[in-house]
Nanobody
Framework: QAQLVESGGGLVQPGGSLRLSCAASGNIFRADAMGWYRQPPGKQRELVATITNGGITHYADSVKGRFTISSDNAKNTVYLQMNSLKPDDTAVYYC??????????????WGQGTQVTVSS
């Protein structure tokens, strides 16, 4: 079993910055990929950014140039640096991870979500 624990959400003014962190823990052999999704109020969950254990990144068009995803493979931790935040970035942000456990089986896990509110 494994779990994801997120931190770093909060209230920020437009144009401000926040950094989200997500740490995976448990019987983890390898993290194949980790990423962030978000669910704005009244909307469906959408992809924000992903990163593979080889460092390949992918971003939603809406966050390119403003958000940066990074990871620390040794710590099974993924980060999301969010700059130039806009009110449209307001959402619950969820960490996602594809983990291979010590039983060599691959599972997808979700964090509990962290609220990001961009408002003046």
């Amino acid at each position: 079993q494994a779990q994801l624990v997120e931190s770093g959400g909060g209230l920020v003014q437009p144009g401000g910055s926040l950094r989200l962190s997500c740490a995976a823990s448990g019987n983890i052999f390898r993290a194949d990929a980790m990423g962030w999704y978000r669910q704005p109020p009244g909307k469906q969950r959408e992809l924000v950014a992903t990163i593979t254990n080889g460092g390949i990144t992918h971003y939603a068009d809406s966050v390119k140039g403003r958000f940066t995803i990074s990871s620390d493979n040794a710590k099974n931790t993924v980060y999301l640096q969010m700059n130039s935040l806009k009110p449209d970035d307001t959402a619950v942000y969820y960490c996602n991870a594809d983990l291979v456990l010590y039983n060599r089986l691959r599972y997808t896990y979700w964090g509990q979500g962290t609220q990001v509110t961009v408002s003046s």
